[in-house]
């Protein structure tokens, strides 16, 4: 029952990548039977982490007041803050941090294809039939970012990696790795390509129409 609610989830999270990089629309229905997944997996599934229900709705909450921030400074649309809720009700406090990663690396690469497409277009109009759907112009779609998240979210399974079990060889080279560098300051180098990238990709338009 559990592996028909994780693959139900995973077809909306699909349908939405697909309807924001066609549309750049996240309908709020499907957000809706996204969240409303959860809660049946959370009541088919029973008390399989550590982590009680209501500290996943405040990791939601918690991802929806960032998000409404970036979506106040213009840097994400409304549909993605309430998409990134639906995500991190699924990640929940024990996974939020992989899925922050996740969803920061991948809007990452869907901002410098972004890029990309802006640039092909320029170079051959021809381009345009096949990049339209990344079109800078449009806006990036981050909510194909989210949903990669998003199902990293719903397939790791719960509890998982226990506190008991012994550190593998990849684990501590990781663990080295971080380290060596601090994450948050990874995290922010990560945010700070998304914004250059749009940024790259945005200017040259606004000067091509005359509006900077």
């Known amino acids: 029952m559990v592996d028909w609610i994780n693959l139900a989830a995973s077809g909306l999270l699909a349908a939405l990548a697909v309807s924001d990089l066609r549309a750049r629309r996240l309908p709020n229905s499907m957000i809706a039977a996204l969240a409303a ?22 990791a939601a909450a918690i991802a929806f007041a960032v998000a409404a921030l970036l979506c106040f400074v213009g840097w994400i649309a409304g549909g993605d803050a309430k998409l990134a809720a639906a995500v991190f009700l699924w990640a929940g406090p024990g996974h939020a941090l992989p899925v922050f990663v996740i969803v920061s690396i991948c809007g990452l690469v869907v901002a410098l294809c972004a890029l990309g497409a802006g640039a092909a277009m320029r170079l051959d109009a021809r381009a345009a ?29 719960p509890g998982w990696p226990p506190a008991h079990a012994p550190a593998s060889s990849a684990h501590k080279l990781v ?6 560098v601090d994450a948050g300051s ?13 940024r ?13």
């Open 129 to 157: 039939h096949w990049t339209a759907w990344l079109a800078p112009a449009r806006g990036v779609p981050y909510g194909v970012a989210l949903a990669s998240g998003g199902a990293v979210a719903v397939w790791w399974p």
């Open 186 to 198: 990874f995290l922010a180098l990560v945010h700070g390509f998304e914004r250059d990238a749009v």
């Open 37 to 58: 997944l959860y809660v049946v997996h959370a009541l088919v599934a029973g008390q399989a982490d550590a982590f009680a229900p209501s500290t996943h709705l405040m």
């Open 175 to 180: 663990d080295r790795a971080f380290d060596a």
């Open 200 to 212: 790259l990709a945005v200017i040259p338009l606004a000067r091509h129409l005359g509006l900077a």
